[in-house]
């Protein structure tokens, strides 16, 4: 077993984008050159020496080798030492860690990202991974919610993804006279504007948790079934390992058993959701 899910792996940061004031996208690689060789939907525990370590979801795709990307929010004493690091600082890694989006069995499939908030974080790395394999995937449509507009992350990558027609935003409020042409409301407002096929979709949630009931009865509502719905919980998540019981959600361990689940799986499990 690789020991790195139990000693940090030095990293390097090789590049550093503010992308808002409580937001920073971190590019790493490792010293010793290595790939992360993570799959969408997966996280790594982030070290830093004196502080701690925190985990922290993988925002690029798996088709970028040399280097991933991570998206930290300073919210917390690690998080907000991570989020002031310089290109050049060293950091250590462990991971990854945890079950991420299985991409052979998305294969062939129409896929449906719903992301709120931060939750546009570990839906990029399988964006991307979607995009690099094209061919292997069915139609793909993105819709990104926030509470205001100057909340939105990735906004250059936005603007890309608008240009092919694959997503759609919206904005929970709106200042008066804020420059705004997308839709206003909450998330679930956008979901009976697209057009899809029930029966092939498959739809991929990833935000705070009081946007999953919402989301998924209006899923329901348009006929997609429990088994074609993935969440990802990630929620209280600590060591990585299964050990500390700090994710652990009725002898379901967040960190080892997901973060992404099946609906089908865990829609009658007390406090998942």
């Given at each position: 077993?690789?020991?790195?899910?139990?000693?940090?792996?030095?990293?390097?940061?090789?590049?550093?984008?503010?992308?808002?004031?409580?937001?920073?996208?971190?590019?790493?690689?490792?010293?010793d050159?290595?790939p992360?060789?993570?799959?969408?939907?997966?996280?790594?525990?982030?070290?830093?020496?004196?502080?701690?370590?925190?985990?922290?979801?993988?925002?690029?795709?798996?088709?970028?080798?040399?280097?991933?990307?991570?998206?930290?929010?300073?919210?917390?004493?690690?998080?907000?030492?991570?989020?002031?690091?310089?290109?050049?600082?060293?950091?250590?890694?462990?991971?990854?860690?945890?079950?991420?989006?299985?991409?052979?069995?998305?294969?062939?499939?129409?896929?449906l990202?719903?992301?709120?908030?931060?939750g546009?974080?570990p839906?990029?790395?399988?964006?991307?991974?979607?995009?690099?394999?094209?061919?292997?995937?069915?139609?793909?449509?993105?819709?990104?919610?926030?509470?205001?507009?100057?909340?939105?992350?990735?906004?250059?990558?936005?603007?890309?993804?608008?240009?092919?027609?694959?997503?759609?935003?919206?904005?929970?409020?709106?200042?008066?006279?804020?420059?705004?042409?997308?839709?206003?409301?909450?998330?679930?407002?956008?979901?009976?504007?697209v057009?899809?096929?029930?029966?092939?979709?498959?739809?991929?949630?990833?935000?705070?948790?009081?946007?999953?009931?919402?989301?998924?009865?209006?899923?329901?509502?348009?006929?997609?079934?429990?088994?074609?719905?993935?969440?990802?919980?990630?929620?209280?998540?600590?060591?990585?390992?299964?050990?500390?019981?700090?994710?652990?959600?009725?002898?379901?361990?967040?960190?080892?058993?997901?973060?992404?689940?099946?609906?089908?799986?865990?829609?009658n499990?007390?406090?998942?959701?």
């Open positions: 077993m690789d020991g790195s899910i139990y000693l940090p792996v030095p990293a390097i940061i090789k590049n550093k984008q503010e992308l808002t004031h409580r937001e920073t996208l971190l590019e790493i690689a490792f010293l050159d290595r992360l060789g993570h799959m969408p939907g997966q996280f790594v525990e982030v070290s830093f020496l004196g502080i701690g370590e925190a985990p922290i979801s993988v925002a690029s795709s798996p088709t970028k080798k040399e280097s991933f990307e991570l998206c930290v929010r300073a919210v917390g004493n690690v998080t907000k030492a991570i989020h002031n690091l310089k290109t050049g600082d060293k950091i250590g890694i462990r991971g990854p860690f945890g079950k991420g989006f299985d991409t052979e069995f998305l294969k062939g499939k129409d896929l990202f719903i992301c709120g908030g931060l546009i974080v839906l990029r790395s399988l964006i991307y991974y979607v995009l690099n394999n094209s061919s292997d995937f069915g139609q793909m449509t993105i819709l990104y919610g926030c509470k205001e507009p100057h909340e939105l992350l990735f906004k250059d990558e936005l603007v890309d993804w608008a240009d092919r027609g694959i997503i759609h935003l919206t904005a929970d409020r709106v200042a008066p006279g804020e420059h705004w042409y997308h839709n206003i409301g909450v998330i679930t407002t956008l979901v009976n504007k057009d899809f096929d029930p029966a092939n979709i498959y739809a991929l949630i990833v935000g705070p948790p009081i946007m999953y009931k919402f989301v998924i009865l209006s899923l329901n509502e348009r006929k997609i079934p429990d088994d074609h719905i993935f969440v990802s919980l990630e929620r209280r998540m600590k060591c990585g390992l299964g050990k500390c019981g700090h994710c652990q959600i009725n002898g379901v361990y967040v960190c080892r058993d997901g973060p992404v689940f099946n609906y089908q799986e865990i829609k499990l007390p406090e998942a959701l």
